[in-house]
Nanobody, 122 residues
């Protein structure tokens, strides 16, 4: 069983930056970040394989967000720059049960954190 805990959320102004962390207990493989705004579906943000040989981003965050991981610390990160009001959402980290490609659908992930709120003020 894998447990995931997100941290680093908060309130920032448009154009600001935040760094999210996702600390895992248990063995992790491909991991991803998703976000869910009020009354919207949970959307893929970024994903990274265990060796970081494959990294993918949603078009809406490409060039602004950077996903990385430190396997020694069993932690994944999401550096978010040039934040926009439309980035406001609860951000979740997720992990897949087995080594695999980055998935873009929530159903492809087996373990989830409880989420952390990001609010961008205009």
């Amino acid at each position: 069983q894998v447990q995931l805990v997100e941290s680093g959320g908060g309130l920032v102004q448009t154009g600001g930056s935040l760094r999210l962390s996702c600390a895992a207990s248990g063995r992790t493989f491909t991991m991803g970040w998703f976000r869910q705004a009020p009354e919207k579906e949970r959307d893929f943000v970024a994903g990274i394989t265990l060796s970081a040989s494959s990294i993918e981003y949603a078009d809406s965050v490409k060039g602004r967000f950077t996903v990385s991981r430190d396997n020694a610390k069993n932690t994944m990160y999401l550096q978010m720059n040039n934040l926009k009001p439309e980035d406001t959402a609860i951000y979740y980290c997720a992990s897949r049960r087995y080594p695999s490609a980055v998935g873009r659908l929530p159903d492809e992930y087996d373990y989830w954190g409880h989420g952390t709120q990001i609010t961008i003020s205009s």
